[in-house]
């Protein structure tokens, strides 16, 4: 059958025909929120290329997982900001260290919350990369030995799950046998699995004084015009044990998570970086676009195209616009 028998516009016509026949949504259950925590006391700072996000000490980070957690998001990811950095990233692993205290303050406060950890050098090294440099290499081997200290101390501390962001080969093994060893079996893996080397991290270098010194990160993060190696790569990690497995970043790439969700039944998340949700801050402030009309679309996409979880920053916003019952409905 064709026009003028078939009229696609006949489920359009008002709000209530459009709901029955809407086949993906965004839920608070999907929402990660980030979280940067620096230390001191009493303090709260805005980044300013991110509109909206601060960087809390310890204290007042506590009130902030308890206002998201009362808004029904179910996990927070923290990036730490430590006291100093060092060659061989000891802030990442020390059990006092910035990250191990605030799960420890947030436990204490919050216990029912998910609480997800970054499990990366970058924030803690003198150079700004994501592993140990020898022989003017970012050396992979080296490197996983303090992954997975870092992973087993943030175990300690009381993370309910940890994260690897680094892009080591075998990292996600390395951490899963360190946490197993030390009676972690049951602390889960989201692994950054196809994370690619993007200017859209720029913010959130900002964000948590991470930038490289010298070089960048096209050694050890994904070359952008790649799909099938970002398979490979998730296939190693879905072998290495990873629970979850995520795409980074979201905008740009979601067809690698669309080739993700048709490759493996594994849940998948996608993360909505910095640099997204920076223009969307910036044209929305400009009155160019309609914030939350953009977010909705972009967030349900990221669902479209087969993402199970969202990590944004836009999570708090979205929580609430859900809760009042305006997110998708103008
Ligand atoms: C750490 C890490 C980065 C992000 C998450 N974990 C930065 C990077 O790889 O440079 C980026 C998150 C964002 O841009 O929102 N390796």
């Known amino acids: 059958m064709f026009f003028p028998e078939v009229r696609m516009r006949r489920l359009r016509r008002n709000e209530n025909l459009r709901r029955m026949v809407r086949e993906n949504r965004v839920t608070v259950d999907d929402l990660i929120y980030p979280l940067f925590v620096m230390p001191g006391k009493d303090s709260i700072q805005e980044v300013s290329s991110m509109p909206g996000v601060y960087r809390f000490t310890i204290d007042r980070l506590v009130k902030e997982v308890e206002e998201v957690y009362s808004l029904g998001i179910p996990a927070v990811i923290l990036f730490g900001i430590p006291e100093f950095k060092d060659e061989a990233a000891t802030g990442a692993y020390d059990d006092h260290g910035i990250v191990q205290e605030a799960i420890r303050a947030i436990k204490k406060e919050v216990p029912d919350i998910v609480v997800i950890t970054d499990v990366c050098l970058c924030e803690y090294t003198s150079h700004g990369h994501c592993g140990v440099i020898k022989d003017g290499e970012i050396n992979n081997d080296i ?15 009381g993370a309910d799950m940890v994260a690897p962001s680094d892009m080591m080969d075998g990292r996600v093994a390395a951490i899963r046998s360190a946490l197993d060893n030390e009676g972690f079996e049951n602390i889960p893996i989201m692994s950054y699995a196809a994370k690619y080397a993007s200017a859209f991290y720029g913010p959130f270098r900002e964000a948590a004084e ?19 190696e970002a398979i490979r790569e998730i296939e190693l990690d ?3 044990g990873a629970d979850i497995v995520m795409v980074k970043p979201g905008l740009a790439y979601m067809d690698v998570v669309r080739a993700a969700r048709e490759n493996f039944d594994h849940p998948i998340a996608v993360y909505n970086v910095s640099g ?36 944004t920053y836009h999570a708090k916003d979205v929580a609430r616009w859900i809760k009042e019952g305006t997110f998708g409905v103008y």
């Open 210 to 228: 991470s930038t490289p010194q010298f070089g960048d990160r096209r050694s050890y993060q994904m070359d952008p015009p790649n799909v099938k």
């Open 276 to 311: 997204e949700y920076s223009m969307v801050k910036a044209a929305a402030r400009n009155g160019w676009v309609d914030e939350k009309r953009i977010v909705y679309e972009i967030l349900t996409g990221f669902k479209r195209a087969g993402a199970d979880l969202i990590l």
């Open 238 to 240: 879905i072998e290495e």
């Open 143 to 157: 490197t996983l030995e303090l992954l997975a200290q870092t992973a087993v101390s943030h175990a300690e501390a």
